[in-house]
């Protein structure tokens, strides 16, 4: 089956301890992105990447980083969390133009 | 400014009344358009989307979207509501390069039985 994994799917953690979420998708697609999602902004772009090696910013980027080692995986990884990272968090993948199949999101609570 | 706006945030329709759901975009070219849905908890789900061509197009679970030119505009129908059809709706375009998804501020959608 066709699909974009996201773990963990909740996620409960302190200010500054370092957490990392991980995409995966089985659809050979070289386009993957990263959303957070907040409550009267919908949804808005962290990072994204075209292919292997190659990433960049999106309209949020501060205090996360990415990495893209193989084309299925694109790890999002928030080197010292704070409160206002509270969100829920959606890896979405495609080909290089189309449409983006999503996750099934990422809830993130940082105390 | 490349924005997408949805100008309805909540809307409550009854049960197998017809349904409109408002996009209007802001580029200056014509994007790609797409309408998700997300139920309570879930992930979204691709409703339809608009590349080019018949500027009517036909999504899955009955609806359909009519893009509009003129108006910068791409709004969301269905003819009769079901119960299960309450959820978040949000519309979104592809701008520029690295194809990133610009989304609306989504409209919640109730549904009276």
């Known amino acids: 089956e066709a699909q974009v994994t996201q773990n963990p799917r909740y996620l409960i953690t302190v200010t500054g301890k370092k957490l990392t979420v991980t995409c995966s998708q089985n659809m050979n697609h070289e386009y993957m992105s990263w959303y957070r999602q907040d409550p009267g902004l919908g949804l808005r772009q962290i990072y994204y990447s075209m292919n292997v090696e190659v990433t960049d910013k999106g309209d949020v980027p501060e205090g996360y980083k990415v990495s893209r080692k193989e084309k299925r995986n694109f790890p999002l990884i928030l080197e010292s969390p704070s409160p206002n990272q509270t969100s829920l968090y959606f890896c979405a993948s495609s080909r290089v133009t189309g449409e983006q199949y999503f996750g099934p999101g990422t809830r993130l609570t940082v105390t | 400014a490349q924005s997408v706006t949805q100008p309805d945030i909540h809307i409550t329709v009854s049960e197998g009344a017809s349904l409109e759901l408002r996009c209007n975009y802001s580029y200056g070219a014509t994007p790609y358009l797409f309408w998700y849905v997300q139920s309570p908890g879930q992930g979204l789900q691709l409703l339809l989307k608009y590349f080019s061509g018949d500027t009517l197009v036909q999504g899955i679970k009955g609806f359909e979207a009519e893009f509009k030119r003129s108006q910068s505009s791409f709004n969301l129908r269905k003819p009769s509501v079901h119960w299960s059809d309450a959820a978040e709706y949000f519309c979104?375009?592809?701008?520029?390069?690295?194809?990133?998804?610009?989304f609306g501020t989504g409209t919640q959608l109730k549904v009276e039985l």
């Open positions: 979104a375009f592809i701008t520029g390069g690295g194809n990133k998804l610009t």
